[in-house]
């Protein structure tokens, strides 16, 4: 069984690591930076907690420029100061020999996380694929390294390595990579750059839609993320908000939903209100999450067989031993 896990900031801040946007506005506000940078941290602040959020501000704010040049300039310097932060932030974060271990044990057994009858709607759906056989490539929507760290692989870091390494494939880095050509900050298409004038300019476009990004910079990113995503049996969504700023990739998920009958989706999702919820409510929950996922997909009309291979899994992190209590 071939597994790709689509891992969202969510999978840093549960390994303690302090990567929400409003933790990098804490470092931002204490920088010297230019005029522009100000400018911009008094409209785009705290309030902000995700980093589509963040984005999807950043793609209005271009309604504060009539000159191009002065908006890649401040792009520029954000990208930098970002780098900045999240290299000291992913410095500090050295995994235990356990850590790894559960975690590599983990990522192969996605089905154990799920409650008995779930458990038995994804066996049906996914014909019994013996776990023996699994296999586990990544897409990071992340800058840091800390998957690598997880994984045993002496590989020189790239935003696309093959790794090879026991049931381990594939990692993408589809936003880019701090040790990389370059990571991207942006919107996921042109309508979300609300300044009509900047979204008919090449170069805005270079620099602040993620798909022209990562071919400005010479990352094939995109085309390899399409590829992976054709041949595998069960997407695991993990620590991400499903964010409009990455709608490129939920529409490539959706054509694989719709035209593949046996592609599950798992999601990972940290709701604390879960932990008090009644054994009875869960079916509420899961409803709940289907339906983001559907409408995030564009797939709100599908019947109950589709909808039964979407799965929901709250609370648990990658690398600690699954916690029994909340199945």
């Known amino acids: 069984m071939n597994i790709l896990y689509i891992l969202g900031n ?3 801040i549960a390994q303690g690591m302090k990567t929400q946007y409003s ?19 008094r409209e785009i602040n705290t309030d902000k907690k995700l980093w589509s959020d963040m984005e999807i501000a950043l793609g209005e704010y271009t309604n504060k420029f009539s000159n191009p040049d002065e908006y890649i300039e401040l792009h520029i310097e954000l ?44 066996k049906k759906n996914t014909r019994g694929f013996p776990s023996i056989n699994n296999q586990a490539s990544f897409i990071s929507l992340n800058y840091t390294n800390t998957l690598l760290k997880l994984l045993p692989t002496q590989k020189e870091m790239k935003s696309f390595m093959n790794i090879n390494t026991d049931n381990c494939r594939n990692i993408l880095y589809l936003h880019g990579y701090l040790k990389s ?20 300019n090449l170069n805005i476009d270079d620099i602040l839609i993620k798909e022209r990004s990562n071919a400005s910079i010479g990352n094939t990113s995109t085309i390899h993320c399409e590829e992976m995503l054709k041949n595998v049996d069960v997407i695991v969504i993990y620590g991400s908000s499903l964010g409009d700023t990455d709608n490129y990739l939920w529409k490539i998920i959706e054509r694989n939903f719709k035209i593949r009958g046996n592609l599950c989706i798992i999601q990972h999702i940290h709701d604390e209100k879960f932990n008090e919820a009644l054994p009875q409510e869960r079916k509420i929950y899961d409803r709940k999450y289907q339906d983001i996922f559907l409408n995030k997909i564009n797939f ?8 039964e291979r979407i799965f929901c899994v709250y609370n648990q992190n990658l690398t600690k031993p699954i916690n029994l209590e909340i199945l």
């Open 10 to 12: 969510g999978f840093d």
């Open 23 to 41: 933790d990098f506005y804490k470092y931002l506000i204490r920088r010297k930076c230019s005029p522009l940078l100000k400018d911009m941290r």
């Open 79 to 122: 990208i930098k100061e970002l780098c900045k932060y999240l290299t000291q932030e992913e410095e500090k974060y050295h995994p235990s020999e356990t850590e790894k271990t559960n975690f590599k044990f983990n990522i192969l057994h996605p089905e154990d996380y799920l409650c008995p009858y779930d458990k038995e709607l994804f």
């Open 181 to 200: 050509n370059g990571i991207i900050i942006g919107v996921s298409d042109a309508e979300q750059i609300k300044n009509e004038n900047l979204r008919n």
């Open 300 to 307: 709100l009309t599908a019947n109950t067989q589709q909808k």
